[in-house]
Nanobody, 127 residues
Framework: QVQLVESGGGVVQAGGSLRLSCAAS????????MGWFRQAPGKERAFVAA????????YYADSVKGRFSVSRDNAENTVYLQMNSLKPEDTAVYYC????????????????????WGQGTQVTVSS
């Protein structure tokens, strides 16, 4: 079982950047496909980005394409979410999540595909 801890959240002005990190313990992160989700107040948790175990494939929600970039450093047991050109509507609690299995599959955007979750980190974008 993997334990995930997010960091890097904070308050930033619109147009700014943040890089979130998701560090794993108790298990090797390279065994898992990783996803980022976010939940804004009063809204359901939504998919943001995902990356396969090897890092060979990445997926993004339409709302963040071209602005966000997901990457991983398996040697450091860490996954990153680089967020650029931030908008007030990006304000949310951001969660990283881990999915097991040989392939991530077509359900990469579904939270149910991911078995392990971090506690979340708050990102606030001011206008």
């Amino acid at each position: 079982q993997v334990q995930l801890v997010e960091s890097g959240g904070g308050v930033v002005q619109a147009g700014g950047s943040l890089r979130l990190s998701c560090a794993a313990s108790r298990s090797t992160l390279s065994s898992y496909h990783m996803g980022w989700f976010r939940q804004a107040p009063g809204k359901e948790r939504a998919f943001v980005a995902a990356i396969t175990r090897s890092g060979g494939n990445t997926y993004y929600a339409d709302s963040v394409k071209g602005r966000f970039s997901v990457s991983r450093d398996n040697a450091e047991n860490t996954v990153y979410l680089q967020m650029n050109s931030l908008k007030p509507e990006d304000t949310a609690v951001y969660y990283c999540a881990a999915a097991a299995g040989p392939t991530l599959g077509s359900l990469y955007a579904q939270s149910a595909r991911y078995a392990f979750w971090g506690q979340g980190t708050q990102v606030t974008v001011s206008s």
